[in-house]
């Protein structure tokens, strides 16, 4: 038997703090299909973060640049930051036939999803916003006005879930990715990407 297969484009969205770095670590080091598309940002380098690793840290004039240039999948303004999803981290990975996951943020998502209809999106949720909260204030990597601003923002985008084609509860960590991992595996077999040919 022959078979070929179309890259598959993940979309994992959620609020800050539910849990999604965690899960896509993991799904990164478990599946070696996948290859992480590493975004843009002109936030601050957070102290464990790697450039051109966890994201591609810029200035807000090369982000002009690359915006004149049609660079983007998406870019989106969220916490008072701006963020985008270069076409070259995509598009040239999909036609050889890799995997791409994109961990972007719900209004980016929004657009990704509009965009390229035949995307997975997944949305990681909270338990509750008081588990947001304690994981928030945990990791360490906000001052306490960002913390509210990311605690007020979860609100309206965990009302979004709904435009999204799956969602994950991350209240056990262990559960929550055997549930990603059996998104991740039945989207794999779907017809619009898998070609089989039986001779």
């Known amino acids: 038997m022959k078979t070929t297969r179309k890259g598959m484009l993940l979309v994992i969205s959620g609020p800050s703090g539910a849990g999604k770095g965690t899960l896509i670590d993991r799904l990164l080091k478990n599946d070696p299909s996948f290859a992480f598309s590493v975004s843009v ?3 601050a380098r957070r102290d464990y973060e790697i450039d051109d690793v966890h994201y591609h840290f810029i200035s ?4 002009d640049k690359l915006l004149a240039e049609d660079a983007f999948i998406e870019h989106a303004t969220v916490h ?15 036609e050889r036939g890799q995997n791409v996951l994109l961990d972007i943020d719900p209004q980016g998502a929004r657009t990704v999803v509009d965009k390229e209809k035949d995307c ?15 994981r928030l204030h945990t990791r360490n990597t906000e001052d306490p006005v960002e913390i509210e601003r990311r605690l007020g923002n979860a609100k309206g985008e965990i009302e979004q879930v ?5 969602a994950v509860v991350n209240d ?3 559960l929550a990715f055997e549930q990603l991992t059996a998104i991740v595996n039945a989207e794999k077999q779907r017809t619009i990407r898998y070609f089989p040919v039986v001779e």
Request: zero cysteines; glycine letters at 6%.
């Open 41 to 43: 940002t002109t936030r």
């Open 60 to 63: 807000e004039e090369k982000y």
């Open 80 to 94: 008072g930051h701006r963020y985008g999803t270069l076409k070259s981290e995509v598009y040239e990975r999909m």
């Open 120 to 134: 997975v999106s997944v949305f990681i949720l909270p338990p509750s916003y008081q588990k947001l909260r304690e």
């Open 162 to 166: 709904g435009r999204y084609q799956y």
């Open 172 to 174: 056990s960590l262990e």
